[in-house]
Every structure is written in C-alpha cells, then in structure tokens.
C-alpha cells in the first residue's frame, strides 16, 4: 500500500508535499470575550480537543464571563472525557472556580452510575 494511501483519511491537510499537523492549542479562546472561539471547539469535537480540556475548562472559572456559559454547555455534552479535569478543579484550591465549575458543569453532567465527580 502506497504510503499515500495509508495517510488519507488521518484529517491531515497537505501543502507543497508538507503534510501538517492540527494543533488543539489554536482553539484555546484568546480572552474571556472570545466567543467565536467555541464554533472551531465544537467543529474539532472530542478527541481532536483532548489535549486542551484542561485549558478549556480553565475558561469556566467565572460564570460572568462570555465565554464561560456556551463553553461549559459544550464541556458538558462530552460527558466521560470531562471528569478527569473537573475532578482536577475540584480538588484544587480556587474556591471561586470550584463553585462555578459546580454551577456550570457538574449540575448538569451525567457520567453514568458508579462514578462520582470530585472522587
């Protein structure tokens, strides 16, 4: 098999015979106002945002930010991925970014039985 065969379909783009590689890190929202950020987040999806849950959950700190409530509406549709960072927010010492993680996700999340955010 060709090797061209064997790359297409990895979502790779090709330029000049440079293949590139998608780096999650550019959907990382820039401010608190960066709203149009979440439209590139939800278009990757999960996986392809695994590597910056940690960043991405970090923008839902204050629930008065733009963009906290449309990105933990989405954070929340992920469903598994998600406890692994939220737990990391809750057994951290921001008080103000646990309540709003609370508020804004854990609420809402529903991860199945045997399984506890937080644990």
């Known amino acids: 098999m060709a ?3 064997q ?3 990895w979502g790779e783009a090709q330029q000049d015979g440079v293949i590139g590689v998608f780096d999650a890190r550019s959907l990382v929202p820039r401010d ?3 709203v149009a950020a979440l439209s590139g987040i ?3 999806g999960y996986p392809a945002i695994a590597p910056i849950l940690d960043d991405l959950l970090a923008w839902t700190a204050d629930g ?3 963009i906290a409530p ?3 509406r989405f954070l929340v549709t992920l469903g598994m991925p998600i406890v ?3 737990s990391r927010v809750l057994r951290g010492d921001d008080s103000p970014q646990k309540y709003f993680c609370f508020q804004l996700i854990v609420e809402k999340l529903s991860v199945g ?3 506890r955010v937080g644990t």
């Open 3 to 5: 090797i061209e065969d």
């Open 7 to 9: 790359l297409s379909g």
């Open 32 to 34: 608190k106002h960066d």
């Open 42 to 44: 939800e278009s990757a």
């Open 64 to 66: 008065n930010w733009p």
């Open 70 to 72: 449309p990105l933990a």
């Open 84 to 86: 692994d960072p939220v």
């Open 113 to 115: 039985r045997g399984r």
